[in-house]
């Protein structure tokens, strides 16, 4: 296959991200279907959190059960160290970014900070899309990888399966936003971060692959994703409805597994 391709079946996998994304512009309050779209987001990112982390230790698991003890050594040291990089950054991020009063006369919150993160709402569905886009990106580097390699059927298959995975995500990456409609433009740049990097790691995987690099870039993911997953678990208790929760988390897990199996049927 051509580069060009190759980086369309990147864009392709990576695009189907923005079907989601218009469930955030909902006119009305909903606060039930707001509840349950929170909580089927959170059980979907806890299946990436799962799933990102057995993708990230199997080099390291096989590389101990070879008795391999340099990159065991090396490959969990850089897992641990993006976990917790992706993990407390987004606690030092969210904490730099939140508007702070300063005595009588202080500006509104509404007008302190960069309009991209002084809601609540829009902070953490920017930290949902950022978490995305680390996972997509490592996504990518196994479209690149397997399309290189002149795996034509494989690489469709894992775009099919990448690109169900992304049209999930795009309505979760959403969930938290309430109050004030956000832009079709701030929209957009939601789901430029979240699915862009499949796209950038399509290009990146189709000439350069290195375990290293994957467990790096999953790592990550799975820090930001862990953190999302606390802050969208603490919005879930305030809205008091958990019958409704606890059937959006469950919907969430099953979505997950149902789109990972028709990658894993792919061989990948």
Do not use: C
Not at 124 to 135: E, K, P, Q, S, Y
Not at 136 to 148: D, Q, R, V, Y
């Amino acid at each position: 296959m051509s580069s060009a391709q190759i980086a369309l079946l990147g864009a392709i996998a990576g695009i189907t991200i923005f079907l989601g994304l218009p469930f955030g512009r909902l006119r009305t309050p909903m606060p039930k279907l707001k509840a349950l779209l929170n909580a089927t987001a959170t059980g979907i990112l806890i299946f990436l959190l799962w799933d990102v982390l057995a993708h990230a230790w199997e080099p390291v698991d096989t590389a101990l059960s070879q008795n391999h003890l340099g990159p065991t050594l090396g490959n969990g040291a850089v897992l641990a160290v993006t976990v917790g990089i992706g993990l407390l950054g987004l606690v030092y991020f969210d904490r730099s970014t939140r508007p702070r009063a300063h005595g009588p006369g202080a500006a509104a919150v509404g007008e302190l900070g960069p309009a991209i993160v002084r809601e609540p709402g829009r902070r953490l569905a920017l930290m949902i899309a950022v978490g995305i886009g680390l996972h997509n990106f490592a996504e990518g580097l196994t479209i690149g990888s397997s399309a290189a390699r002149g795996e034509l059927s494989l690489a469709v298959l894992l775009v099919i399966g990448f690109g169900l995975h992304n049209a999930t995500e795009g309505f979760g990456i959403v969930a938290p936003l309430t109050g004030r409609r956000p832009s079709w433009g701030y929209l957009a740049l939601l789901g430029v971060i979240g699915g862009g990097p499949t796209f950038v790691g399509t290009l990146v995987g189709q000439s350069f692959t290195n375990d290293t690099v994957s467990i790096a870039f999953l790592g990550l993911a799975a820090g930001s994703i862990l953190y999302v997953v606390i802050e969208l678990l603490a919005v879930a208790r305030t809205a008091n409805l958990k019958t409704i929760t606890t059937w959006g988390l469950f919907l969430g897990l099953v979505l997950g597994f149902a789109t990972d199996a028709i990658i894993t049927a792919a061989g990948a």
